[in-house]
T-cell receptor, first 113, second 112 residues
Framework: DADVTQTPRNRITKTGKRIMLECSQT?????MYWYRQDPGLGLRLIYY???????NKGEISDGYSVSRQAQAKFSLSLESAIPNQTALYFC????????????FGDGTRLSIL | RKEVEQDPGPFNVPEGATVAFNCTYS??????FFWYRQDCRKEPKLLMS???SGNEDGRFTAQLNRASQYISLLIRDSKLSDSATYLC?????????????FGSGTQLTVLP
């Protein structure tokens, strides 16, 4: 089984819809992250959480919200999806030793029509 | 100017060749540096950290030049399985994920 699991793997939806991307991990890591990847732009941080009670905005948090339901679960929501949120989304985790994400999920390919 | 810049490539090299990638960063306060590998349509995977004195992991050597603000990755005796996109990652201050910046990657194809 994967250490970091993202669901769904692919999603096509319409503008204005509410979308939730889920992430769960079995690494036992405290730190979890949500990134989006666009061609030519690299990964950009949306939100991160250093523990269940700690949620922080990243570089591009506008239009997104998150929930850390438990140490192992970190979900990302798009309240009203728009086409420029079409991207590849990655969840990642790291342990307390460093800020760099060490384990990524397989990614969610999201298309907003 | 991007905070972290990489030559996007593609670099096409024959099997067994030595290939080097450079990455430049704009913030002189940057303190931590990493290389990630990303296969096509897959998730990034941490390849190695980059230390001030330079470090080696098998066929891979990473170096840091603070004065010129660049890091490099050298791959010796390249294998077909090295074909991937290599992401340069820089962390300012070293303690907060907010300051972690990914480059857009350099694509490598190793040819038989």
């Amino acid at each position: 089984d994967a250490d970091v699991t993202q669901t769904p793997r692919n999603r096509i939806t319409k503008t204005g819809k509410r979308i939730m991307l889920e992430c769960s991990q079995t690494k036992g890591h405290d730190r979890m992250y949500w990134y989006r990847q666009d061609p030519g732009l690299g990964l950009r941080l949306i939100y991160y959480s250093f523990d269940v009670k700690d949620i922080n905005k990243g570089e591009i948090s506008d239009g997104y919200s998150v929930s850390r339901q438990a140490q192992a679960k970190f979900s990302l929501s798009l309240e009203s999806a728009i086409p420029n949120q079409t991207a590849l989304y990655f969840c990642a985790t790291s342990d307390r030793g460093g800020a760099e994400p060490q384990h990524f999920g397989d990614g969610t390919r999201l298309s907003i029509l | 100017r991007k905070e972290v810049e990489q030559d996007p490539g593609p670099f096409n090299v024959p099997e067994g060749a030595t290939v080097a990638f450079n990455c430049t960063y704009s913030n002189s306060a940057s303190q931590s540096f990493f290389w990630y590998r990303q296969d096509c349509r897959k998730e990034p995977k941490l390849l190695m950290s980059v230390y001030s004195s330079g470090n080696e992991d098998g066929r891979f050597t990473a170096q840091l030049n603070r004065a010129s603000q660049y890091i490099s990755l050298l791959i010796r005796d390249s294998k077909l399985s090295d074909s991937a996109t290599y992401l340069c990652v820089v962390n300012i201050l070293g303690g907060s994920a907010r300051q972690l910046t990914f480059g857009s990657g350099t694509q490598l194809t190793v040819l038989p």
